[in-house]
């Protein structure tokens, strides 16, 4: 039987990154196991889905490319189908319809904690002949007695005791499915044999368990990721940073890095922490999954950002660079210059955004000097050197690494001081105190005019803020 799996969020939202290791895992079962991975959504709460989640959702994968492999299912599309199983139930007598109000389930929920009792439906209307006619929800009748067992890819049996389930509600009074009842009826339907989803749901599925067999239908496999925590151990939310996949993207990280971060929070593979997409298929296991809930580290994604900012194609960083440019104020395209600087700076920044922040200096003049780097460079008098640099750096037939550096050199040797006293403030003057690489490429790349610009810029700046 060929696998297939599927990822069934309901758009209440952006994908956050515990839906995205969800889907991640159960798109790379299906890929190692030469099977299909299907997007389901599950929109059947209408005042809290939105077509803006749907579109949040799926950019999300696509920028992870987890792509599915067949155009998604909406739950809403389908209504008509859970209404023929519901009335399926019905008339074989394993649902029935239950018209007992709030304030009466108020009251016997109260009164079961203050005997002690765990909290269920008590069945009345079980044996009462409700007429359809009536406002009503249907109820799905669990077996009173004996226990409900499956096996969890991850987890390993898992057993349930009848008596602890009480009576669902499959259909409410409006008329709307209720998520058990859908997400049985749909994995059926789908084809699904391995479910991967959060162990949020690990409850629900000796219920659907005991749905497929009123059905007539095989369960699936089920298998139940734990959750993500944030650094301080609890459960990740808002308050721990952004949750939103798509955050990530905006703040300048790579999606091959966010994937390999998602695939190691709670799996592993001996002590291999870089996989590539194909290693990562390669290897996957759910028996390798752990069961304790992992913690969400921004360290390590910087890490695994940095790593794969190293070894990225240089053409496609250009590309990918543009919009953080742009969000400076730097309008450029991927061009040679763009090319050389990123080889230049790459080394030097964990996440896009930072390599257009220190790269910015190549683009535009600096504003401001870093503090640090103008309180070192600019100490004693700087100024004299910077004038002579500046005479022979604007005196030069051909601006290159090589002229550039004898013309340094040669202030050097003019003034007798040491090789820092002209080159640190040279530096500070063109790069504002940026990261930057080599003096003689960094001076290339910023080009002769907004050299000899910036260094007339600092030699002003200190003689103002000597007198
Ligand atoms: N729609 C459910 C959720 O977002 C997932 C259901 C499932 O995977 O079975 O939590």
């Not at 007539?216 to 990721?225: E, L, V």
């Not at 910087?302 to 240089?314: F, P, R």
């Amino acid at each position: 039987m060929s696998v297939i799996t599927r990822f069934a969020p309901s758009p209440t939202g952006y994908l956050h990154l515990g839906g995205a290791r969800t889907a991640l895992f159960a798109w790379l079962y299906a890929r190692q196991q030469g099977g299909r991975f299907i997007l389901r959504i599950e929109d059947t709460d209408q005042a809290r889905s939105s077509e803006a989640a749907v579109q949040a959702i799926l950019a999300g994968m696509d920028w992870l490319s987890l792509t599915p492999d067949a155009e998604p299912v909406y739950q809403t599309h389908r209504f008509a189908r859970y209404d023929a199983v519901i009335n399926q139930l019905l008339a074989a007598g394993l649902a029935y319809r239950c018209t007992c109000s709030p304030e009466r389930l108020a009251a016997l929920r109260a009164e079961q904690l203050a005997a002690k009792q765990k909290p269920r439906y008590d069945g009345l209307c079980r044996n009462r002949q409700v007429a359809a006619e009536q406002p009503h929800v249907v109820r799905f009748c669990q077996p009173a007695t004996g226990d409900v067992g499956f096996v969890d890819q991850v987890r390993g049996a898992i057993q349930m005791q009848n008596q602890e389930l009480d009576d669902l509600i499959i259909r409410r009074t409006d008329g709307t499915p209720t998520y058990n009842l859908t997400v049985v009826v749909d994995d059926h339907d789908m084809g699904i044999t391995h479910v991967i989803r959060g162990d949020d749901h690990i409850n629900n599925t000796p219920r659907q368990i005991h749905l497929y067999r009123a059905l007539g239908w095989d369960s699936p496999t089920f298998a139940h990721i734990p959750m993500i925590l944030g650094e301080d151990g609890s459960r990740l939310s808002k308050r721990h940073g952004a949750v939103s996949v798509l955050h990530y993207r905006e703040a300048g990280f790579l999606p091959e890095a966010m994937l390999n971060y998602l695939a190691r929070l709670g799996w592993s593979h001996g002590d291999q922490e870089i996989f590539s997409q194909d290693q990562l298929i390669q290897h996957f296991s759910l028996a390798a999954v752990n069961t304790a809930p992992a913690s969400f580290n921004l360290k390590k994604l910087l890490w695994l950002n940095q790593h794969y900012l190293k070894t990225a194609e240089t053409t496609r960083l250009a590309e990918l660079l543009l919009p953080h440019l742009a969000a400076l104020g730097i309008h450029t395209t991927a061009d040679t210059k763009l090319h050389a600087v990123i080889a230049a700076q790459r080394e030097r920044a964990d996440t896009l955004a930072e390599l257009a922040r220190i790269s910015a200096f190549y683009y535009q003049d600096v504003a401001t000097f870093e503090p640090k780097a103008a309180r070192k460079a600019f100490k004693g008098n700087p100024v004299p050197a910077l004038q002579q640099v500046q005479e022979r750096l604007a005196a030069l037939d051909t601006w290159q690494q090589a002229t550039i550096h004898q013309a340094v050199a040669d202030t050097v040797a003019a003034l007798e001081v040491g090789f820092g006293k002209v080159a640190l403030p040279l530096r500070v003057a063109v790069t504002g105190g940026m990261p930057s690489p080599e003096l003689d490429l960094t001076l290339v790349l910023v080009g002769r005019t907004a050299t000899l610009r910036r260094i007339a810029h600092a030699i002003d700046y200190l003689l103002k803020s000597d007198a």
